[in-house]
């Protein structure tokens, strides 16, 4: 059989990504002004999607170390669920699937408090703490799911062997409501603010530029 490794992707992605998320976050704390109440909580939110944006971004790199991005037949089996070794990678991913719900999550709960700081209608408002809890709601139901999979727990990377000594859920099925509902989520939160900001009473190309700026999260 053929035997391909992009182990080297697996590694350099999510550095980069990792140093993004740094460079955003050391960017966002060196041009803020004097902490409000608000303020201050979406730090501390969005602080916690930088740790766990960054915690994913680790873990997958001790992940390709361990064969991600390898073909199956060519791993040791101990390197797939660590019976040997007590580390694997089947084991990491389990450890980062909980982790990047509260990254994604807490970046759309950060992002929503940020609106409730600058924008006053009262609409809006009671809207952005409507999606808020249902952010929150996600991020609770799919990250005790990923915790919860299978019973018993380690049967979560033990899933692939022969021998079956457990039970899982519909993994395929509950990823694809994740991220159904996750990206959903991501487009109302983009979406939210370009109906009030195309209302505003400035010159055009002021207005564009505003659409355009809260518009980058599409990117």
Known sequence: MPSRN?????VALPMVMGALALLTCSLRLASRTPF???ALTEDIVFGIAVMATISVDAI????????LGADIWTIEPSKIDGVLKGLSGLK???IAEPLYVVATDTTKIAVLIFYLQIFPHPKFRVLCHCIQGMCFAHMSAFGLLSLLQC???????QYWRVEKNGHCVNTNIAAWAAA?????????VLVMPLPLLARLLMPVP???RALLLFSVGFL
């Open 206 to 208: 002021q207005k564009v």
């Open 151 to 157: 019973s018993p727990v380690h049967y979560s990377w």
């Open 6 to 10: 992009r182990s080297a992707v697996q």
């Open 36 to 38: 409000s109440s608000g």
């Open 92 to 94: 990491c991913f389990y």
């Open 60 to 67: 997958d790199v001790v992940e390709a170390k361990l064969g």
């Open 180 to 188: 159904a509902t996750n990206i959903t989520l991501d487009v109302i």
